[in-house]
């Protein structure tokens, strides 16, 4: 009886009997690249009236390039990231990417999506080789900026992976903290107060 209903697609996959066809007459798809996967179009073709689907993405590519024409008629509105740059919605930013020897071909994707299972995956990147690629680049990128970074930020595959890095970069003599889902609030919000201060720190941290 909502006017709204808001749900994961895992949920709603479960739930799909509960639902006739005709009582949905829009559906709004966030991360909408993700929509030509199989949970997603036995969603959609649940509710198999013509009725309007409307996508929101940051990412217009998919890396089986699975065409998203199968869903989505066409793109009404898209700003790219260079002229989101140029018309001030986003800071300029310098990418660099660093090439390591890690063969993916044996990380399955999750049921229905274009994500890795996240155990196979750390299996594959938490591993001294690789880890020790990631405090060299740091280390590296570091020299080059004059005075040092103030901060940096790590993204690990899961909590295993960052408790790995979180190790290897202390035991360099680089201060660094971790923070996980395991991290208590009050904690997090300390470590996440201490490195985003101006006066935090004058040298290098994690």
Known sequence: NCDVIIASVQSLIRRLDNYDSNDIDLVIVDEAHHAVANSYLRIL?????????????????????KALSTV???IVYHKGILEMINDNWL???KFTTVKIDADLNSVERASGTDDFK???????MN????????LKTYLHKSKEQPGGFNSTLLFAVDIKHAKSLHHLFVS???????VTSETKARERDQICLLYTSDAADDGESV
């Not at 360099?172 to 971790?178: L, M």
């Open 45 to 65: 073709d649940h509710f198999k009236r013509h009725i309007p689907v409307v996508g929101f993405s940051a990412t217009f590519e998919r890396a089986d390039h």
């Open 72 to 74: 989505m008629d066409e």
């Open 91 to 93: 800071c300029e930013g």
């Open 118 to 124: 996240l155990d196979q995956l750390s299996r594959v």
């Open 127 to 134: 591993i001294p080789e690789i880890n020790g690629i990631v």
């Open 172 to 178: 360099y003599g680089i201060e660094a903290e971790c």
